[in-house]
């Protein structure tokens, strides 16, 4: 799996980007925490996600956050390096 999201990531351009998932998002965020992209990589693609996708991490505790964001359109993941935590990602209207 990290492959094909290193592959993914060696590739990304803003316009395609608007192809990945919010599932695609979530893998491409735990790879950045797996410190095999090095910060200055993290950082580039980090800008081009943010151009279509906006995260937000909030804890299992805010259930009403989560209910509110889920309305907005959020999906969401456990983070995998914290129980406590949830990872919401919403894709942008073109």
Same mark, same amino acid.
Request: proline share 0%.
């Given at each position: 799996?990290? &492959?094909e999201y290193l $592959? %993914? &990531?060696k590739n990304l351009t803003e316009a395609q980007v608007? +192809? &990945?998932s919010e599932e695609d998002v979530f893998? %491409?965020?735990e790879l950045f925490r797996t410190g095999i992209v090095s910060k200055v990589e993290q950082s580039r693609y980090s800008k081009i996600l943010?151009?279509?996708f906006e995260v937000r991490t909030i804890s299992f505790r805010q259930e009403l956050t989560e209910t509110h964001l889920r309305k907005l359109g959020f999906v969401f993941f456990?983070?995998?390096s914290n129980d406590s935590l949830l990872i919401g990602i $919403? +894709?942008?209207k073109k």
């Open positions: 799996m990290n &492959l $592959h %993914i &990531l608007w +192809k &990945l893998n %491409i965020i943010e151009n279509v456990n983070a995998t $919403h +894709k942008r």
